[in-house]
């Protein structure tokens, strides 16, 4: 007899493939990823989701961050430490945004500082919800609002973009790309993960496959793409695992935290995408698309898998998220614990 904790992962799991299949096929852009967070928000909201879904999570990061790897190649990782000093600003002026949002947010939703500082600025939601933990800030509140803005990220992208319009570029294969260097990427990056995800490296999941593919690539070896199935599984296990945080009962109960959590984020998106984007393609060589996607405040794995869904340099935009998470992750906590360390 099957458990109800397998029986709703296993329903959950078929309705966001077939959402996203159906989406796909009514040409909606992200399909597949839109779909997936349909069929993970209904299920969750009907039955309770299973821890097991954390698992979905991280092997669709563990493919998406391979996926990342397989464009890499010698003059990529040159070109991008030409930009490093464009990501680095960038994601001193995100923070900038965010913080400036904090003091707006505190009034609208009746939070205090700290909580305020946790939810709004663009960093990770469990490295956020953790340290509100550690500080005394309201947890469920950090957490229904990085989860809302990442929602709205992926919604919004296509729609800015007007995706649907988009062409794909065809896949270019490297010469002497082989399916074994492909396999150790994911093979190496999947044990690497798993210790460091004991040792509390961030992101492990994604960053380690990319980690291994960077180290392969310097050392000559060539990845085949990945196959389109374990994309298109990469994508449904992301959007999946985003939606199964959509909790409405969660979103109803703080109607103010809602409210505030789209005012801020759609904010954020669009200083973002309309301000930031703009400024950098005068002083940097990269397609509008990328830059978006590589500026847009969501996270490291739902913006690398809209990259590959879209077409976009996904080398780039995985630069400009792992940059941004990283200085937002590590310098951000103690500026938060001293400076907003307040009541409301």
Same mark, same amino acid.
């Not at 340290?131 to 509140?141: F, H, P, S, Y």
């Not at 002083?283 to 990269?286: K, Q, T």
């Not at 310098?331 to 938060?336: D, F, G, R």
């Given at each position: 007899?099957?458990?109800?904790?397998?029986l709703?992962?296993?329903?959950?799991?078929?309705l966001?493939?077939?959402?996203g299949?159906?989406?796909?096929?009514l040409?909606i852009?992200?399909?597949?990823?839109?779909?997936?967070?349909v069929?993970?928000?209904?299920v969750t909201?009907v039955?309770?989701m299973?821890?097991?879904?954390?698992?979905?999570?991280r092997?669709?990061?563990?493919?998406?961050?391979?996926?990342?790897a397989t464009?890499?190649?010698p003059d990529?990782?040159d070109?991008?430490?030409v930009?490093?000093?464009?990501m680095?600003?960038?994601?001193i002026?995100?923070?900038?945004?965010?913080?400036?949002?904090?003091?707006?947010?505190? =009034?609208l939703?009746?939070?205090d500082?700290?909580?305020?500082?946790?939810s709004?600025?663009p960093?990770?939601?469990?490295?956020?919800?953790s340290?509100?933990?550690?500080?005394?800030?309201?947890?469920? !509140?950090v957490?229904?609002?990085?989860?809302?803005?990442?929602?709205?990220?992926?919604?919004?992208i296509?729609?800015?973009?007007?995706?649907?319009?988009?062409?794909?570029?065809? !896949?270019?294969?490297?010469?002497?790309?082989?399916?074994?260097?492909?396999?150790?990427?994911?093979?190496?990056?999947?044990?690497?993960a798993f210790?460091?995800?004991?040792?509390?490296?961030?992101n492990p999941?994604?960053?380690?496959?990319?980690v291994v593919? !960077?180290?392969?690539?310097?050392?000559?070896?060539?990845?085949m793409?990945?196959?389109?199935?374990?994309?298109?599984?990469a994508q449904?296990?992301i959007?999946?695992?985003?939606?199964?945080r959509?909790?409405v009962?969660?979103?109803?109960?703080?109607?103010?935290?809602?409210?505030?959590a789209l005012?801020?984020?759609?904010?954020?998106?669009?200083?973002?995408?309309?301000?930031?984007t703009?400024?950098l393609?005068t002083?940097?060589?990269?397609d =509008?698309l990328?830059?978006?996607?590589?500026?847009?405040?969501?996270?490291?794995?739902?913006?690398?898998?809209?990259?590959?869904a879209v077409?976009?340099?996904?080398?780039l935009?995985?630069g400009?998220?792992?940059?941004?998470?990283?200085?937002t992750?590590m310098?951000?906590?103690?500026?938060?614990s001293?400076?907003f360390k307040?009541?409301?």
């Open positions: 007899m099957i458990s109800r904790p397998v709703a992962l296993c329903v959950g799991l078929g966001a493939t077939g959402f299949w159906a989406f796909t096929l040409q852009p992200l399909g597949w990823i839109l779909g997936a967070m069929g993970g928000a209904a909201n039955m309770e299973p821890a097991q879904a954390t698992n979905v999570r092997i669709g990061q563990l493919l998406i961050g391979a996926a990342a464009v890499l190649t990529i990782l070109a991008m430490l930009l490093l000093p464009a680095i600003g960038a994601a002026f995100a923070n900038l945004v965010g913080a400036a949002l904090v003091w707006p947010f505190a =009034r939703t009746g939070v500082r700290t909580t305020a500082a946790l709004v600025l960093a990770g939601m469990a490295e956020m919800a340290l509100a933990q550690d500080l005394g800030a309201r947890t469920e !509140v957490v229904v609002v990085h989860t809302l803005r990442v929602v709205l990220v992926v919604i919004s296509p729609v800015i973009l007007h995706l649907a319009d988009t062409v794909q570029p065809p !896949v270019q294969i490297a010469d002497g790309a082989s399916y074994a260097a492909l396999l150790a990427c994911l093979g190496a990056g999947a044990v690497i210790v460091s995800s004991r040792l509390g490296v961030l999941w994604i960053l380690m496959p990319m593919g !960077v180290v392969l690539v310097a050392f000559g070896f060539s990845l793409p990945l196959p389109q199935p374990l994309l298109i599984a449904v296990g959007g999946f695992s985003l939606g199964t959509l909790d009962a969660d979103l109803v109960h703080v109607p103010k935290i809602t409210v505030g005012a801020s984020g759609l904010a954020l998106i669009a200083i973002m995408t309309y301000v930031a703009p400024f393609l002083w940097i060589d990269a =509008r990328s830059l978006v996607l590589g500026l847009a405040p969501g996270g490291l794995g739902e913006m690398i898998a809209t990259s590959k077409g976009g340099a996904t080398a935009v995985a400009f998220q792992f940059v941004r998470s990283f200085i992750n310098l951000v906590p103690p500026i938060v001293r400076v307040s009541g409301s």
